[in-house]
């Protein structure tokens, strides 16, 4: 329905007629248009008889047509290119305070901050089509009688309006019923006789499916053992599952389910299901926990927080951070307003909203990017109602509109996923969380058992009552969006010991060159082994970690030496295990590029082939001929690319059907698995070795969470560390816990280089299809860069290609700036240094870059 010559009709009109220049400056507003196949900022005016807020749903001219946008900030000043006399006057208000004005500042404030264009920040905050599909509809509010006042074509409207019980209809509708229904809808909005508002995102069709519920509990005689398994299923989830869960959890079949549906023991019925991601049955209502003392103490000072405040929940793994959360939040939710929990990934949220959903029913809705277009329309939807609620998201869930926010959550705060390195804004949940949280006015909870050296030091130079102070009191950065902290709006509240008092688990680092030195060729150490067995044989389970960096696995020919290459990428590919009968494949880590592994040589025609490395698969393949008892379940992202996979992989680990987890990083994050007594890591070497200046703090970080997910039940638990560095010193920290030994170490080693969290970095990433045209580009940059540094304050490290340099096809240059945050830089223009890059090339600033390529 649109084209694109759109963009020339932007905000193009006919003249105004009446319109004084100059004197309506102020009656300019900027509007978010945002309809199937076009999402754009454009600027209308605003006539005198609109009381216009910041937020409202507007119907505004746009090509001929009329369509939905938001109100996003006043402007005063129109574009250069665009001529006053070009503006059209917005044509009405639909609905006034979905969005609080304030969020519209705060994506304002971000786009400044990460020199993005606003209409940017809001393609990543908004669900696309949000307004195409929010229907505008008319209500008649006024006596019938009073038609007779009233022209034509508003007459006609009255009476269909008044044809029907409810007295309302879709604006669309009634276009369609009446030719020119606008000038009729402007009389009688005016002399409010009608009323427009927004159609609820509950009266959208509803999504019906299959849920199967448990009718019959009896001796079940007449059923075979595999479908008393499916009762016994049923039973476990309260009697009530989704077809589809029941299907997987019980790996069965629909036909299966109609049979014991005959029998009279389940029945299956089409039930509503909300396209967001509740689902039924999996939980149980849970009761809050009584707190241990230093649980309790931090919670008393959440509750007394009036207004902005940022805290730092700082538990080590298993103290029970999660239900301080969930305690807090039962307050927030009794004051009648909304939280919002972000966590790193969506491995860890089945189990952490299985724990909110247990407290709190279906006040708790999932948000995170693999939702469906649907799904998360509906959820969009569900926030604009004012009943309390919970969000519980990944980083994109912290621009959930809600109404009435309360408290914003940060659960594993240190966790990498926070940063948005692509597409821009390449935004750090943490600092965009804040500065909400001070436009809100309302808590920042900050949670983690290894902080950020940013979170660290912030808190303790701020905190009312800072934790040990390791180093003398330093410059703080500051953000130069935020407010200066206020006193006692800071808050250090540690859990340092874990729940019923178990203590953390030993930590044993093994030497591998000791290993080879005794002949032990095998990837997993003695001490290891011996691990696995005793494990084993006291029917316990485990968890084997594994650093995978992309191209950990690759497969070269025995005879040449050939390795087969990603053709897009300058790296090799990695060798994924088929399934039973499949071809076995060769992936590229980087751009999904997938083809068959060949047959013969694609060089020298040798059958003979030698698979390097030692990914998840190759792992569990050598696990299964060491132990050939010992049950694996792979816990990656080939396991868990699938919707649900996440959940079901555990759901089965948890009830025993593996005694041990392989996997990579989504390990780290927050598992609470009792029964795991051994931990493994079986190469800290390659964390170690990573080739930036995060690389200490990561690898404690990483080492400390996969440690902690053991010990957490009742038996008490142990660690097996593998590297060929035993003697780092933050294999040191690791194995103590001790988390300030290696802020005492660290802190200075970032200070003395101005890295963060002293220093202040800029990353520009060019890219392009061509490789002269982007260094030819970086170069120019660079040396303009350079040229201007000195006076500029900044420091300029770099032209450097990116270690992997070629990408899908794109070379890849980056340029860092590094400089300090006490106000003496002056950073470069950024519009000039684009106005240099060739067209070819494309060049993005990344604001405090984390993730160096
Ligand atoms: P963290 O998030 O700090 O790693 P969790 O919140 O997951 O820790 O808590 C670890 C375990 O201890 C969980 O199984 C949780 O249910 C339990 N737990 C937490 N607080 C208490 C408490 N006050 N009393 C009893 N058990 C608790
Ligand atoms: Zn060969
Ligand atoms: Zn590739």
């Known amino acids: 329905m649109y084209d694109s010559d759109l963009s020339l009709v932007s905000s193009v009109s006919e003249p105004i007629t009446g319109y004084a220049l100059g004197t309506k400056a102020s009656g300019l507003v900027e509007v978010l248009v945002d309809c199937p196949g076009i999402q754009a900022l454009y600027t209308y005016n605003v006539p005198e008889q609109f009381q216009l807020q910041i937020g409202d749903i507007l119907s505004v001219p746009l090509g001929g047509q009329v369509v939905g946008g938001i109100a996003i900030r006043f402007v005063d000043r129109l574009p250069d290119s665009l001529a006053i006399s070009k503006i059209k006057d917005i044509e009405d208000v639909v609905a006034s305070g979905l969005f609080k004005p304030n969020y519209w500042q705060w994506l304002t404030q971000i786009a400044d901050y990460y020199y993005t264009p606003l209409i940017q920040v809001i393609k990543v905050a908004l669900p696309p089509g949000l307004l195409a599909r929010s229907h505008r509809r008319i209500r008649a509010i006024a006596d019938v009688n009073a038609e007779i006042f009233v022209g034509d074509i508003a007459k006609k409207i009255l009476k269909l309006l008044h044809g029907k019980s409810e007295k309302n209809y879709s604006w669309q509708y009634i276009q369609q019923q009446i030719p020119g229904a606008r000038r009729g809808l402007r009389e009688l909005l005016d002399r409010q006789l009608v009323e427009s508002y927004l159609e609820s995102g509950q009266t959208q069709q509803p999504k019906l499916q299959k849920a199967v519920i448990l009718t019959a509990d009896g001796a079940a005689e007449d059923l075979t053992d595999r479908q008393r398994e499916i009762i016994e299923i049923l039973k476990q989830h309260d009697g009530e599952l989704w077809q589809s869960e029941l299907l997987k959890l019980g790996g069965t079949t629909s036909a299966t389910l109609n049979k014991i549906a005959e029998k009279g023991y389940i029945a299956i019925v089409n039930k509503e299901k909300l396209r967001s991601e509740r689902e039924l049955g ?83 809705c999932v948000y995170h990017s693999a939702l469906s277009d649907g799904e998360r329309y509906d959820t969009w939807r569900q926030m604009f109602d004012r009943t309390p609620q919970i969000i519980i998201g990944t980083r994109s869930a912290i621009f959930a509109p809600l109404p009435n926010l309360g408290l914003i959550i940060l659960d594993e705060e240190h966790d990498s996923s926070f940063k948005q390195d692509q597409p821009a804004p390449t935004y750090q949940t943490r600092d965009i969380a804040n500065w909400r949280a001070q436009l809100e006015s309302c808590p920042l909870i900050l949670g983690s058992a290894t902080p950020s050296l940013e979170t660290w030091v912030t808190i303790t130079q701020n905190s009312p ?119 076995a494949l060769l992936r590229c880590h980087y751009c ?94 390659g964390l170690l070795h990573l080739s930036d200046y995060r690389a200490a703090e990561r690898t404690f970080q990483t080492l400390t969470q996969v440690a902690g997910r053991c010990g957490r039940g009742d038996e008490a638990g142990r660690v097996i560390i593998q590297t060929y560095n035993p003697e780092h010193p933050v294999l040191a920290a690791v194995t103590k816990h001790d988390y300030q030994a290696f802020i005492a170490a660290e802190l200075p080693e970032r200070r003395m280089l101005d890295y963060p969290p002293y220093g202040k970095l800029i990353l520009l990433r060019f890219s392009s299809l061509d490789a002269d045209a982007v260094e030819r580009t970086v170069t120019e940059i660079g040396t303009i860069l350079i040229e201007a540094s000195i006076a500029g304050h900044y420091e300029v490290l770099g032209p450097a290609p990116a270690t992997v340099m070629r990408v899908n096809n794109r070379y890849r240059w980056q340029i860092m700036l590094k400089y300090l945050p006490d106000g003496s830089a002056s950073l470069p223009d950024w519009e000039v240094l684009r106005s240099k890059c060739s067209n070819v090339v494309k060049m993005t600033i990344d604001v405090d870059p984390q993730n160096f390529l």
């Open 465 to 583: 009552s800072p934790p040990l102070s390791l180093s003398p009191p330093l410059p703080l950065p500051p953000s130069p969006n935020s407010q200066p902290p206020t006193p006692n709006s800071h808050h250090y509240l540690p859990l340092p010991t874990r729940v019923h008092s178990r203590p953390l688990p030993p930590v044993q680092i093994v030497d591998m060159r000791q290993e080879l030195k005794n002949n032990n060729r095998s990837i997993f150490s003695r001490p290891l082994v011996q691990a696995l067995q005793q494990m084993q044989a006291n029917k316990q389970q485990g968890i084997l970690f594994i650093h995978r960096r992309g191209h950990s696995t690759f497969v070269s020919c025995r005879a040449c030496g050939y390795v087969c290459e990603c053709p897009n990428c300058d790296v090799s590919l990695a060798y994924h295990q088929p399934g039973t009968s499949a071809q």
């Open 592 to 685: 999904n590029h997938c083809q068959p592994q060949p047959p013969r040589c694609p060089e020298c025609d040798s059958p003979y082939f030698k698979y390097f490395g030692s990914g998840t698969q190759k792992i569990v393949e050598e696990l299964n001929q060491q132990f050939p008892k010992l049950k694996c379940l792979r816990f990656d992202s080939d396991t868990t690319s699938t919707k649900g996979s996440h959940r079901r992989i555990l759901t089965a680990f948890v009830q025993g059907e593996a005694d041990l987890l392989v996997g990579t990083q989504m390990l780290t994050k927050g598992l609470d698995l009792p029964q795991v007594t051994l931990v493994g890591v079986v190469a800290a070497d």
């Open 282 to 364: 999996i939980f149980q209502q849970e009761p809050a926990k009584l707190l241990t003392s230093d649980q309790a103490l931090a919670l008393a000072t959440i509750d007394s927080l009036t207004g902005f405040a940022r805290v730092l929940l700082h538990g080590v793994t298993g103290s029970g951070k999660t239900e301080v959360y969930l305690q807090a939040i039962e307050r927030i939710l009794a004051r009648e307003q909304s939280v919002l929990v972000l966590v790193p990934e969506i491995g860890l949220t089945p189990q952490l909203t299985d724990r909110f959903r247990s407290r709190f029913g279906d006040r708790v």
